[in-house]
């Protein structure tokens, strides 16, 4: 399959909850989600990837799971600094990048 | 430092052309597969073309096929897009953007360079 379902699309909590967003394809049984954020104006950045490994710099708060289909990235203790829009992506049959549909997260 | 440089967006009239450049520096550029990912208006990540680290290999998304051509030159550690039969819906930021084989990662994106298609 070549697509990604990310959920949610829109996402409010509040400061020091923690957040869950979900990524599921039939190619995420073969290969670990990476993720990414965006803030707006900038491009994506790289936070997560394999088998929960984070970028240099990036906080422990950041994780990223995976079970069978759906691939998970959970922020523990939202900040405010973490008000982005977050992208999850595998890769299709032809080993091309693929990209969920991304979530708006907001930080109340 | 890994960097990636994107340039060459402008203002284009429908059926125009254009073409994109990244600069690369900071890594061995031949060693990577290389994306040009575009992100439309309010829109998420779309993976618009890739291609192989000698460039034999091409992909693209269906909607370009036959109007986008991505090359690159390694002597010059730069990635190409060239656009023709630009549509308004061609209307996006495009960025170039690493490759690493045996990963789902695009780790290094270039800043974005802003390609707008209207009359």
């Known amino acids: 399959s070549s697509e990604l379902s990310q959920d949610p699309a829109v996402l409010s909590v509040a400061l020091g909850q923690t957040v869950r967003i979900t990524c599921q394809g039939d190619s995420l049984s073969n290969y670990f989600a990476s993720w990414y954020q965006q803030r707006p104006g900038q491009a994506p950045v790289l936070i997560v990837h394999?088998?929960?490994i984070r970028s240099s710099g990036v906080p422990d708060r950041f994780s990223g799971s995976s079970s069978g289909t759906t691939a998970s990235l959970t922020i523990t203790g939202a900040r405010a600094e973490d008000e982005a829009d977050y992208y999850c992506n595998s890769r299709d049959s032809t080993y091309q990048v693929i990209f969920g549909g991304g979530t708006k997260l907001t930080v109340l | 430092e890994v960097r990636l440089v994107d340039s060459g967006g402008a203002l284009v009239k429908p059926g125009g052309s254009l073409r994109l450049s990244c600069e690369a520096s900071?890594?061995?550029?031949?060693?990577?597969?290389m994306n040009w990912v575009r992100q439309a208006p309010g829109k998420g990540l779309e993976r618009v073309a890739s291609i192989n680290t000698r460039g034999a290999y091409t992909y693209y998304l269906d909607s370009v096929k036959g109007r986008f051509t991505i090359s690159r030159d390694n002597g010059k550690n730069s990635l190409y897009l060239q656009m023709t039969s630009l549509r308004v819906d061609d209307t996006a930021v495009y960025y170039c953007?690493?490759?690493?084989?045996?990963?789902?990662?695009?780790?290094?994106w270039g800043q974005g360079t802003l390609v707008t298609v209207s009359s």
């Open positions: 394999g088998k929960n």
């Open positions: 953007a690493r490759d690493v084989v045996g990963s789902t990662m695009v780790d290094y």
């Open positions: 900071g890594f061995i550029f031949e060693s990577y597969p």
